[in-house]
């Protein structure tokens, strides 16, 4: 496809369980990068892939948020022992350059009753 | 604190009216961007604006970028309905590497 595509558009888990939310980015987009947007706020960092490798993880709020992206293009978020505090929309966003100009997917709606 | 303070929050408007977002922080910005969401779909780029002082239009929508590059505002002439949408406001920062730091947003809202 030409854009970012996430899936499953719409999660929904209950307390404890572990999820895996998946990011198919633009391809050839060597930059990667995860969001978390709670209602009424602004996207919230979470880690950003160069590559293969986690350039930068700092935002990721706790142990039980991991992410991988073994081959360098698809990437996903595993979050284990949910909380319904983790209830949010997850972004994936890609980008071809340093100017850091991302294009986002729709978005993986998580609902951790 | 929100590194980026985004004004107002919330903008009921008439249709045909003007507004104007603001993007304000106490730190410097290599780069800045805008962005429009639609409810249940991921933030799509309108600008980015890397110059002090720079200013790019985009039909009805003005972008400018402050001097010391600190600030940003977002300017429509003429709201449409179709205008509606959260507008983020997110920069860059050198010594935070490439991650995009957004502000809360401005929800709009053009009524007909």
């Known amino acids: 496809g030409a854009g970012v595509s996430q899936t499953p558009s719409n999660k929904v888990t209950e307390k404890g369980k572990y999820v895996e939310l998946r990011c198919d980015p633009i391809?050839?987009?060597?930059?990667l990068y995860w969001y978390r947007q709670s209602l009424g706020q602004g996207p919230e960092f979470l880690i950003y892939?160069?590559?293969?490798?986690?350039?930068?993880d700092s935002g990721l709020p706790n142990d039980r948020f991991f992410a991988v992206r073994p081959e360098g293009s698809v990437s996903t978020l595993k979050i284990q022992r949910t909380e319904r505090g983790d209830s949010a929309v997850y972004l994936c966003?890609?980008?071809?350059?340093?100017?850091?100009?991302?294009?986002f997917g729709q978005g993986t709606r998580l609902t951790v009753v | 604190t929100q590194l980026l303070e985004q004004s107002p929050q919330f903008l009921s408007i008439q249709e045909g009216e003007n507004l104007t977002v603001y993007c304000n922080s106490s730190?410097?910005?290599?780069?800045l961007q805008w962005y429009r969401q639609e409810p249940g779909e991921g933030p799509v780029l309108l600008v980015t604006?890397?110059?002090?002082?720079e200013v790019k239009k985009l039909k009805r929508l003005t972008f400018q970028f402050g001097d010391a590059r600190k600030d940003s505002s977002l300017h429509i002439t003429a709201a449409q309905p179709g205008d509606t949408g959260l507008y983020l406001c997110?920069?860059?920062?050198?010594?935070?590497?490439?991650?995009?730091?957004f502000g809360a947003g401005t929800i709009l809202r053009v009524k007909s």
């Open positions: 391809s050839g987009h060597t930059a």
């Open positions: 997110a920069g860059v920062r050198r010594e935070y590497g490439n991650k995009l730091v």
């Open positions: 892939f160069q590559g293969t490798g986690a350039a930068d």
């Open positions: 966003a890609s980008s071809s350059d340093r100017s850091g100009k991302a294009f």
């Open positions: 604006v890397v110059t002090g002082g």
């Open positions: 730190s410097v910005f290599s780069s």
